[in-house]
């Protein structure tokens, strides 16, 4: 799945800003952008970024965006009581095909949040892929970006997403690659041809993986990884060969702690990796409750409308019923793909999520 698309595209209408008599609000690809007045009309092509993009230092002063001072990312902002989502540019010449991606073009990134470092965790550990089998998380897009995935045929679950940090653990088959560390490929070569052992304990966050070969003194590392892998009896507890996606919150995690004065893990999708393929909802349910696991809250199941996904991405977390709700994750009651996004699953950000001040953001 694509991580950033920045693509040609239509205006589909255009109102006036009711608190400025210099602004108007443009619709494109069912985001509302704020732009001066006169700019653009109804039709033109146009060049859409979406939120969490970094547009390069020369475009900043080429469009006279001085405004951007944090680094040329582009954020959700509330101008005059009218939320704006995004930014657009006239489209570059030679690139008037609606739907074309000009990311590249116009060297523009996507923000990366940064691997959360945690003042109750320990040191931070390599990026290497110790196991080629531990998958990393779908990328899950904005389902504005997406709005003709689902149609009112799909029978869908919407998933509270959760704020808080990205986990992964799983008993999977022994494997390793060059980029693993010396000590862990001699490990788990002893382990596995003379131990005879097939299976490892692997976990971590969505870019890092750990293991108990990483430290044999003392399995668990002291990261908020490791110590929820022993809270919950992880390395015991886990089914051979699927991998465990989750969100840790609570306090000291990030900006919203649900009221958890200890750190919870919540389980949003399980892999099967000999299988090479993702759990029903259903199939996790199941799977958590015989394990005695959280997973993420379910708000709504049924056919899927839009109307529904915009009522769930707003309100408040089913957790405590007080903390604002990030969103939703829209996802088939039976796995399924889609031809141009890959694994049919998408995001529903709440805005007033992405309005809150001091917020923080990891994955």
């Keep these: ?31 509302n952008v704020i732009s001066k007045m006169g700019q653009y009309k109804v039709g033109d092509l146009v060049v859409f970024i979406p939120p969490d993009s970094i547009i390069p230092q020369e475009m900043i002063e080429k469009y006279e965006l001085t405004y951007m ?45 940064p691997e959360p470092k945690f003042s109750f965790g320990g040191n931070q550990v390599s990026k290497k892929k110790i196991n080629p089998l531990f998958d990393r998380y779908t990328e899950i897009e904005n389902i504005k970006n997406f709005s003709n995935v689902f149609s009112e045929n799909d029978n869908v679950v919407m998933l509270e997403k959760i704020h808080g940090t990205n986990a992964r653990f799983g008993n999977i088959p ?14 788990s070569w002893f382990k596995k041809n003379i131990l005879k052992h097939e299976f490892e304990f692997v976990y971590g966050s969505h870019n890092v993986q750990k293991s108990g070969s990483d430290n044999p003194q003392h399995f668990y590392g002291e990261d908020v990884w490791g110590k929820i892998a022993k809270k919950y009896d992880l390395a015991n507890r886990l089914p051979n060969n699927l991998i465990f996606y989750g969100e840790i919150a609570g306090e000291g995690i990030q900006d919203l702690t649900y009221s958890l004065k200890q750190h919870e893990l919540f ?64 996802k088939p009651l039976i796995e399924e793909n889609d031809r141009k996004i890959g694994r049919k699953i998408l995001k ?5 999520y992405l309005l809150r001040k001091n917020g923080t953001e990891f994955k």
């Design 174 to 187: 022994i494997g390793t690659n060059e980029m693993g560390s010396f000590l862990y490929r001699i490990v």
């Design 348 to 352: 529903s950000v709440s805005e007033e």
């Design 267 to 330: 389980i949003f999708d399980v892999k099967d990796v000999k299988k090479g393929r993702y759990l029903n909802w259903h199939e996790v349910e199941i799977l958590c409750g015989n394990l005695k696991l959280n997973h993420v809250p379910v708000l709504y199941e049924g056919k899927y409308s839009e109307e529904i996904r915009k009522e769930y991405t707003v309100g408040k977390s089913v957790i405590d019923g007080k903390t604002i709700r990030e969103g939703v994750v829209v």
């Design 1 to 31: 799945m694509s991580s950033l698309i920045v693509e040609v595209c239509k205006i589909d209408g255009i109102e006036k800003h009711g608190n400025a008599d210099t602004l108007e609000v443009i619709q494109v690809k069912g985001w």
């Design 69 to 113: 001072k944090n680094g040329g990312r582009i954020q959700t902002v509330k101008l005059r009581g009218v939320i704006s989502q995004g930014l657009i540019l006239p489209c570059p010449k030679g690139y008037e095909k609606v739907g074309t991606d000009v990311s590249k073009v116009l060297g523009i990134t996507k923000w990366q949040p």
